[in-house]
């Protein structure tokens, strides 16, 4: 069984960098597509940005464009993204997930697995 865990979220200022990982065990992520999606309190799940194992990225989020970046070490079974210059709407739960698919996008339902979640909070 495939797992996903998050980490590298935190309290970071406005204007500030994170990088979030995404690490999987239990399962070689090989040919599925991970992607990174997140959650504020009251609002709906939104999809950010995916990646295949060829590195091939989709990120259709026009909010984050320029901002996010995402990356995938396969020796590693990571999945990183790379969020700069923070902003206060940024703050949510954020979470990675895999799935399998012919061509890559981030619709939820389509996902199989998914991380337990690491918060990201933006604040001065």
């Known amino acids: 069984q495939l797992q996903l865990v998050e980490s590298g979220g935190g309290l970071v200022q406005p204007g500030g960098s994170l990088r979030l990982s995404c690490a999987a065990s239990?399962?070689?992520?090989?040919?599925?597509?991970v992607g990174w999606f997140r959650q504020a309190p009251g609002k709906k799940r939104e999809g950010i940005s995916c990646?295949?194992?060829?590195?091939?990225?989709?990120t259709t989020f026009d909010s984050v464009k320029g901002r996010f970046t995402i990356s995938r070490d396969n020796a590693k079974n990571t999945v990183y993204l790379q969020m700069d210059s923070l902003k206060p709407e940024d703050t949510a739960t954020y979470y990675c997930?895999?799935?399998?698919?012919?061509?890559?996008?981030?619709?939820?339902?389509?996902?199989?697995?998914w991380g337990q979640g690491t918060q990201v909070t933006v604040s001065s």
């Open positions: 239990g399962y070689t992520l090989g040919h599925l597509v």
């Open positions: 997930a895999a799935g399998n698919m012919r061509i890559p996008h981030i619709r939820a339902a389509d996902y199989d697995f």
């Open positions: 990646i295949t194992e060829d590195n091939i990225t989709v």
